[in-house]
């Protein structure tokens, strides 16, 4: 695949726009979030870690920690949090009792996907204000936007 041909000063622009704009939005979403969930809304931490067992229930805090980027102790903090709020279960492997697995709770689940409903319906709403081109540009960005962040992620290299 070649390389751009975009100057140096190019990248560094886009580069500045990308890691200005995808935080913001974060933020942006996450204060919507927390205006609209009818609880306290877990952080980004907890909410990465609830989706993460959500899709791969049963994994153990070692491997949560590596898909997640973060170091276990900090992964075990969270798991402990969630735990004693009743939105995780840490269940022991019945062949190493020092592993624990973690399951979601119902209540967890929902919750969870209450804030996957926000945030979707948000970005739909504001979508349906853009017009075609910008769409379209969107539409485009995202693929170029996930190779960017392989190419960026530790395990891609």
């Not at 500045?16 to 931490?45: C, M, W, Y």
């Not at 969107?138 to 936007?145: E, R, T």
């Amino acid at each position: 695949m070649p390389a751009s041909s975009a100057s140096a000063q190019d990248l560094s622009r886009v580069a500045s726009a990308i890691t200005a704009v995808l935080p913001a939005l974060n933020r942006a979403l996450d204060r919507r979030v927390a205006q609209d969930f009818p609880h306290s809304k877990p952080s980004e931490g907890q909410l990465a870690l609830l989706r993460l067992v959500g899709d791969r229930d049963g994994l153990t805090v070692r491997e949560a920690a590596e898909t997640l980027l973060m170091k276990p102790n900090n992964v075990s903090a969270l798991v402990s949090q969630l735990v004693g709020e009743g939105q995780l279960e840490r269940r022991q492997d019945s062949a190493d009792k020092r592993v624990a697995h973690l399951h979601l709770t119902g209540e967890a689940r929902r919750r969870v996907d209450t804030v996957d409903d926000l945030i979707a319906g948000y970005v739909v709403e504001a979508l349906r204000t853009l017009t075609d081109g910008d769409l379209d540009a969107i539409g485009s960005a995202l693929g170029a936007l996930d190779a960017l962040t392989r190419r960026i992620h530790p395990a891609a290299h």
